[in-house]
């Protein structure tokens, strides 16, 4: 079973609000990703990171921003949210021996 | 372009049948597939894992196989159930990136 931790769950926030969205693993895995997945429709790649202070951007990565500082910890952060922002994000991390991908429950941001 | 593609869309069955899923991916040379369940507004789930040098993989009443030459793997699922609802995806890992597809929704009838 994965360990791979999501928060908040849910934020309703206002248009030009700064959000930091948190994912955390205890597996000890390098390779971290985030998705943006809207209602039924397909996950879109935003950042990936390889390993401590290494981080890339994905297809939709332009208006957030990462940080791979410690391991366990890859937070996304929006600097300004806009009501295009709303959405389901999404955190990976895979395990560096079988590539298996573990997923967290997911942030539900609905920006006003 | 690496593209991942999912058929059907959707599905609904009577509960106890057996089913099949599709995915078909464009570029070959793949370094595994993954297949994941994922129910309503909750991350995913992972079922099974192919390696490219594997035919495939089972888990209980799951069996994905893959057929990395023709670009395609299935996961069957036998004796459906009503709790096996919800959307399965297949994501292809080319190394470097994940490709995922659209998914199929599937719904077991009572």
């Known amino acids: 079973e994965a360990d791979i931790y999501q928060t908040p769950r849910y934020l309703v926030i206002g248009t030009g609000k700064k959000i930091t969205l948190e994912c955390s693993q205890t597996m000890g895995h390098d390779k971290m990703y985030w998705y943006q997945q809207d209602p039924g429709m397909e996950l879109h790649l935003i950042h990936y990171s390889y390993g401590v202070n290494s981080t890339e951007k994905g297809d939709l990565s332009s208006e957030s921003t990462v940080s791979r500082i410690r391991t366990e910890h890859f937070p996304l952060t929006l600097e300004s949210a806009r009501p295009s922002h709303t959405s389901q994000y999404l955190c990976?991390?895979?395990?560096?021996?079988?590539?298996?991908?573990?997923f967290g429950p997911g942030t539900r941001l609905t920006v006003l | 372009k690496q593209e991942v593609t999912q058929i059907p869309a959707a599905l609904s069955v009577p509960e106890g049948e057996n089913l099949v899923l599709n995915c078909s991916f464009t570029?070959?040379?793949?370094?595994?597939l993954q297949w994941f369940r994922q129910d309503p507004g909750k991350g995913l789930t992972s079922l099974l894992l192919?390696?490219?040098?594997?035919r495939e993989q089972t888990s209980g009443r799951l069996n994905a196989s893959l057929d990395k030459s023709s670009g395609r793997s299935t996961l069957y699922i036998a004796a459906s159930q009503p709790g096996d609802s919800a959307t399965y995806l297949c994501?292809?890992?080319?190394?470097?990136?994940?490709?995922f597809g659209p998914g199929t929704r599937l719904s077991v009838l009572p």
């Open positions: 990976a991390s895979v395990a560096g021996l079988t590539d298996t991908q573990y």
């Open positions: 192919i390696q490219s040098s594997q």
């Open positions: 994501a292809v890992n080319y190394g470097q990136n994940f490709v």
């Open positions: 570029d070959s040379a793949i370094y595994n």
